[in-house]
């Protein structure tokens, strides 16, 4: 009888969690919400079923303490590939909305990391390996984070219609917990994907950007939407703009995936020989494939690594941009 009771238990736990997504969630009283089930999955434009969780429970909390009053939460998936089948750049970041029931999957940036003589911890154009914490490794660390101020600054000046044309770019601070708390020792945040890429110089001496000779630095614009940052959450011009929007003065709650303990099961699990899949974890298949396995660098680890790098540097004399033809 008891052996029977087991197997019958063992059977409908089996049959629970080889039920899809939807059903499951929908089940759950204070749940998933039947609309948002709709954009969970592993597919284009999807939201995997741990981002989301992990995403919504953030946010809920925050909610539920009054540190947040937004109505939309922020999620990002760093596990996908840059860029999508259809040869688009790929959608890895989400904009949630559960009172208007808006989801939005967007294109991000992951960190591009260092190749080091002593440690490589580089990521490719198309699938992020490495992640840390450590300042100065430029590369992204999954966990729970707070949106915070803005902060505004000047970037050079491009050619735009014929015209010069300055560029400002806002940045979006993210205050972290635990793993995440350095954030603003790292410069951690939010921001177009857009850069100045300086050539040369312009005199302009009324120009409130001018240096102590009166010169204005000029070059190209460079548009690197859904590749490799220095770190922080990139996103196209547009988006950028729409998530500003959303958030200055209004706070809300961004979860990123992997955290380090993300990274180090699923390390472990391939090196076991076994599918993550199938030891309860997520990583993008693809992906997964392309890198082998994923490498998680603790600050501790890491940092000394960095530090020692920085004091073998020579000094290099500062060179002055040539002056505009």
Known sequence: MLNALRLTMALAVLLALSAPFPARA???GGGIPAWLQT?????????????????????????????????????MDATRPSTA??????RRFYVI???????????????????????????????ARNFSNAEGS?????????????????????SQSGKRTPLYRTFLLFDGEGDTANARERAIGGHPAVFVKWQCRFKDPRNPHADEEGYV?????????????????????????????????????LY?????RDVDAVANAVKAGTAPSRAGLYWNAACLQAIGAPKF???????????????SLPEQPQRALPICK
């Open 26 to 28: 929908a089940s759950q």
């Open 39 to 75: 954009h969970v999955g592993l597919g284009e434009g999807q939201i995997a079923p741990v981002v989301l969780q992990r995403a919504r429970e953030l946010y809920l909390k925050n909610r539920a303490s009054g540190e947040v009053r937004n109505p939309c939460y922020l999620a």
């Open 85 to 90: 089948p259809n040869g688009d750049p790929g």
């Open 97 to 127: 909305c559960e009172p208007s029931q808006s989801f939005r999957a967007v294109s991000s940036g992951y960190g591009n990391g260092r190749k080091l003589q002593r440690a490589d911890f580089s990521n490719g154009r198309q699938c």
């Open 138 to 158: 430029k590369l992204t660390m999954g966990g729970p984070y707070l949106t915070a101020e803005t902060r505004t600054s000047f970037k050079g000046y491009y």
């Open 217 to 253: 630095p000029y070059g190209s614009l460079v548009n690197y939407t859904g590749g490799r940052s220095n770190g922080c959450t990139t996103w196209s011009p547009a988006v950028s703009r729409d998530i500003l929007a959303q958030v200055e003065g209004n706070p809300t709650t």
């Open 256 to 260: 990123i995936y992997p955290e380090g």
């Open 297 to 311: 660098w603790s600050k501790r680890t890491l940092q000394p690594v960095i530090d020692s790098w920085r004091d």
